[in-house]
């Protein structure tokens, strides 16, 4: 399981068009993504529902998991949508 | 399978293709399918697409959840995060449950436009396979509360 964890960058957050971004990308990945806050219940990062449903605002921290031969590289592009999520 | 859900009209005005709403993040369908509203201008109040509870409350967007799971998102608007709730009044708190027509957010509809903004508010099926979406509503004006569409 790769993990990582990400500051979201100042401004809305992961709203509508992060959110849609964020569970795109994490669509793509053939394994379990999940977003969480830290120490918080971890949700199903391909859902728009479960991602909007975080409420991720600008500058907070949130724990990105992914599963499987590509977690890393999943992890790498979602790191990416949310750097320009600002 | 879920029995089909139909999905009302959260604000009076006239129905719009999700293709033609001025966000590409909406108009292709990226949060999910389902249709739009162009609103009438003046106070709009803005009320909850389905039965179910309040999964999210922001001034400009609200995301409702049905008992069966599924999430409808009403957004008030294109960009209209930026306008921090000015213009917006909310009616309802996050985590009530509410019953479809049920009054949610009253919001300025003319000056969302006065500020340069467009007011059509997307109505999306979240997480819905791309032709779970059945148009109810025709082409022309829908009253709040009457069925938009119907999610398979």
Not at chain 1, 60 to 80: K, Y
Not at chain 2, 76 to 96: M, Q, S, Y
């Amino acid at each position: 399981m790769a993990e990582c964890t990400v500051t979201t960058p100042a401004g809305v957050g992961l709203h509508a068009r992060p959110a849609a971004l964020f569970a795109r990308a994490a669509a793509k990945a053939s394994e379990e993504v999940t977003v969480s806050r830290p120490g918080g219940e971890p949700v199903n990062a391909k859902s728009i529902l479960s991602v909007l449903s975080l409420d991720v605002r600008g500058g907070q921290e949130i724990v990105l998991r992914a599963a499987g031969d590509d977690g890393q590289v999943v992890l790498d592009s979602l790191v990416a949508v949310i750097r320009d999520s600002g | 399978m879920s029995d089909p859900l139909v999905v009302l009209a959260p604000v009076a005005g006239r129905t719009l293709p999700l293709g033609e709403v001025p966000d590409p993040v909406f108009a292709e369908a990226m949060v999910g399918p389902g249709s739009a509203i162009d609103p009438d201008p003046g106070t709009s109040v803005a009320t909850s697409p389905v039965t179910g509870r309040i999964v999210k409350l922001h001034p400009h967007a609200y995301v409702v959840l049905t008992g069966s799971g599924r999430g409808v998102l009403v957004h008030l608007g294109i960009d209209t995060v930026e306008l921090k709730g000015e213009g917006f009044r909310l009616l309802a708190v996050e985590g009530d449950e509410v019953t479809a027509g049920m009054p949610v957010v009253e919001w300025d509809v003319t000056a969302v436009r006065d500020g340069g903004r467009s007011a059509i508010c997307p109505v999306i099926a979240l997480d819905a396979p791309m032709d779970a979406v059945h148009l109810l509503a025709g082409p022309g004006r829908v009253a709040a509360g009457a069925d938009l569409f119907r999610w398979q």
